[in-house]
């Protein structure tokens, strides 16, 4: 997945020049964290998030309401915002921008063009998002886990038996990689309402399958 | 003759034709045992009680809940214009919900009967009415889902809202989300949602968790209530009598709506809860309750899922029936109806018509889902009726 697929188009900017009141009031217009900071051209020249701005205020203690509010309009956005931006192009994939998100533990990633133009943005809400979507099914479907050994056909043997031997849609199918899972899962949305037939031939073709049943629960009645 | 007091029974053969096979487990049989079970019981004549035929509904009915496009491939694909890749769009042609030839005029007929229920109580004809092949919940605005073709549910919903100017209770306690409805009402404010269900973690369709709430007008006015696998009759009728009179006092309804499939039951083979008919008896006292208080009485009632078409759908639904017709129930099975069926069933027909308390083990966790069930029920309390109230009142 591409992040031009994911990322919002048009985002909310200030110019260098804006103040610090003018760009707080559009984080709380618009319900956001980051403003990217372009110049007139629409060349991207930094970055200010609300925590900046938060950050660079006067201590409440120290001072009184009205001088706060007086920094905040004589201070320029130029003053405050991060110069050295780290960005994405819109065709890097999605995994990659999470990847520095969580490297450089950022919150929002510009998006730029070639001519390092603005074109948009990815926040983490909107990675999260894509993942929340990717873990779970996007149509409705009935969830099953499929326990995997680590090796050669076994999926492939798993999604015949449901794609062709039961004529089953696979919705989605997820085998995540973990470095400290012993064991491999599957994690199968189903397009049926009726998953009975497909556990009951999993099970018979010896694969162990994930799926409400009391007498696990019986086994495991210290397992929430 | 009208009866303001009086109770309608919705019912026609016709409604068997919607039928998708032999082996499919929607299976019309369950309305032919359950018809045969409240005339044993003489459920279906005198005072107050009347049995109503459905009628088919129109183009420009069903075009309330569904795409004018949608109503057109439906009745192509069950003439003979059945094209694989085409049902396949439309969600049909699936395991679930096959094409099946007739499929617009046997779903086109289940609509009308859950819309002559409709009429019946808001013309006033009688309080209550039970659409005994309704509640196919699942359909959505332009494709087909989970056994169902129409929603006509929806349809009804949005008839009472439109034609009579009705806010409308919609209630869901079928083991299943109730996605279809939600999905059509999603945002709009005239239409309250609320589906108690298994939690879709593992059970189709895998949605209806308390943070959908609606969206844009409809923002508050979608109520998900999912339980645990394995919730039992205690914790599931606690969290209904506690929650439903306070969203019903939010929402200030004039009519309920209540879909009540019965596969929450322990035998239902398609869900993992472990309730029991009483469930069914209280889950409909206390919606009657309600309808009582707020609505004048109007409530309709639908069908919807139940799979254990033998010893719990004919049952379940005698009860629901009774209970909204105010009629006394027996103890037992009559011994006519279990003689009739016995033969065919595949299983031993159980001779008592409510499950003795003591009929099923206890589940060993019982504690602990019943905590889990009481955080949920919190979180949907504190998200959703600030909302509510405040927007009822006009704020």
């Known amino acids: ?224 | 003759v009208s009866d303001p007091r009086g109770a309608a029974l919705i019912w026609d053969p016709a409604f068997t034709t919607y039928r998708f096979g032999p082996d499919h487990p929607f299976n019309p049989k369950r309305l032919e045992l359950t018809l045969s079970l409240m005339e044993e019981l003489q459920l279906l004549d005198g005072p107050g009680v009347r049995v109503e035929p459905p009628r088919m509904a129109s183009d420009a009915e069903l075009h309330l809940a569904h795409a004018p496009e949608y109503v057109a491939a439906v009745r192509r694909l069950g003439g003979d214009g059945a094209d694989r890749a085409e049902a396949r769009h439309w969600g049909l042609g699936t395991e679930d919900t096959p094409v099946f030839p007739g499929m617009h005029e046997a779903t086109a007929t289940v609509v009308g009967g859950t819309l002559r229920a409709a009429e019946l109580v808001m013309q006033g004809e009688v309080r209550r009415a039970f659409a005994l092949a309704g509640g196919l919940h699942h359909a959505h605005r332009d494709r087909a889902s989970g056994f169902c073709v129409y929603d006509d549910l929806a349809v009804a919903a949005r008839w009472m809202a439109e034609t009579h100017d009705a806010r409308v209770l919609y209630i869901d306690v079928d083991a299943h989300h109730g996605d279809g409805v939600q999905g059509i009402f999603y945002s709009d404010p005239r239409v309250l949602t609320f589906s108690m269900h298994e939690s879709g973690r593992y059970l189709f369709p895998g949605t209806g968790f308390p943070d959908e709430l609606g969206d844009g007008e409809g923002y508050g006015y979608s109520l998900n209530l999912p339980v645990e696998p394995f919730t039992e009759d205690d914790s599931w009728i606690g969290m209904y009598a506690d929650f439903l009179p306070e969203a019903a006092a939010a929402f200030r309804p004039d009519v309920i709506l209540l879909q009540a499939g019965c596969d929450a039951h322990v035998y239902d083979p398609l869900t993992h809860l472990r309730c029991t008919t009483r469930m069914y008896e209280e889950t409909v006292r206390i919606t009657c309750q309600v309808a009582d208080e707020h609505c004048q009485g109007r409530l309709v009632a639908t069908g919807g899922g139940g799979y254990a078409i033998w010893r719990v759908v004919p049952r379940a639904w005698s009860l629901v029936w009774a209970t909204l017709a105010e009629r006394e129930m027996p103890e037992r099975t009559p011994l006519s109806w279990l003689q009739r069926w016995q033969g065919e069933s595949p299983e031993l027909l159980p001779d008592l018509l409510r499950d003795p308390a003591d009929a099923f083990a206890a589940v060993p966790r019982r504690g602990e889902i019943e905590a889990m069930n009481r955080r949920t029920l919190a979180t949907l309390r504190r998200d959703a009726l600030p909302l509510l109230r405040g927007w009822s009142l006009g704020f």
């Open chain 1, 1 to 224: 997945m591409l992040v031009r697929n994911r990322m919002r188009r048009d985002p909310r900017t200030v110019t260098p020049d804006q103040t610090l009141a003018e760009a707080l009031q559009l984080t709380r217009e618009h319900r956001i964290r980051h403003l990217p900071v372009v110049l007139k051209s629409g060349e991207l020249t930094g970055i200010v998030s609300d925590r900046d701005i938060r950050l660079a205020m006067p201590s409440p203690l120290a001072v009184a309401d009205a001088d706060r509010a007086d920094f905040l309009e004589r201070t320029s956005v130029a003053e405050v915002m991060t110069r050295e931006v780290i960005t994405v192009t819109p065709h890097d994939t999605v995994e990659d921008a999470a990847k520095l998100l969580y490297k450089h533990r950022i919150g929002a990633l510009p998006v730029a063009d070639g001519e390092g133009r603005l074109v948009g943005i990815l926040s983490e809400t909107d990675i999260l998002h894509t993942f929340v979507q990717i873990l779970g099914g996007a149509q409705p479907s009935s969830r099953l886990e499929i326990g995997l050994r680590d090796e050669p056909g076994e999926l492939s043997r798993a999604v015949r038996i449901i794609g062709e031997e039961l004529g089953l849609n696979i919705v989605s199918i997820l085998v995540p990689s973990l470095p400290e899972q012993t064991r491999k899962v599957a994690i199968a949305h189903l397009d049926t309402i009726d998953p009975r037939e497909a556990v009951q031939a999993l099970e018979a073709a010896g694969y162990e399958v994930g799926w409400p049943s009391l007498e696990m629960d019986l086994r495991k009645p210290e397992v929430g």
